[in-house]
């Protein structure tokens, strides 16, 4: 698996880490001072890369968390059908069918950018 563990303390803003086991970029990050006998915490907000939903956890900062490697890809537009588009990666030339984002009206022949986890694609 893509995946690495990195511990809470290494986390920032705009990264992505695993929240409930789903690819998720970190909007917000904020720590909590350690206590007489505790240690400090760390609160991380995110939003899933590809479905949307908000997240969050609240862990010690020594904590380990798993972080996705998520990869950006370009890719050319070969064909649209409907709400289907036909995209084939510049880097192996394999051909991938993808759903078309609401706000992308793309043609043949336009280049995208992608991002790719775990066979999840999602046009950004």
């Not at 380990?64 to 510049?90: A, C, E």
């Amino acid at each position: 698996m893509p995946k690495e563990q990195k511990e809470v303390r290494d986390l920032q803003e705009g990264n992505y880490v695993m929240i409930e086991d789903v690819p998720s970029k970190i909007t917000s990050y904020s720590t909590s001072k350690p206590g007489k006998h505790g240690s400090a915490k760390a609160r991380v907000e995110g939003t899933g890369v590809f479905d949307g939903q908000k997240r969050n956890f609240t862990q010690p900062v020594d904590a380990k968390v798993w972080v996705p490697i998520v990869n950006r890809k370009q890719g050319q537009v070969v064909s649209v059908s409907g709400d289907d588009m036909q995209v084939m990666d510049l880097e192996t030339y394999e051909t991938i069918t993808m759903r078309i984002p609401e706000d992308l009206a793309p043609e043949s022949d336009d280049e995208i950018e992608y991002l790719e986890f775990e066979g999840q694609r999602k046009v950004v």
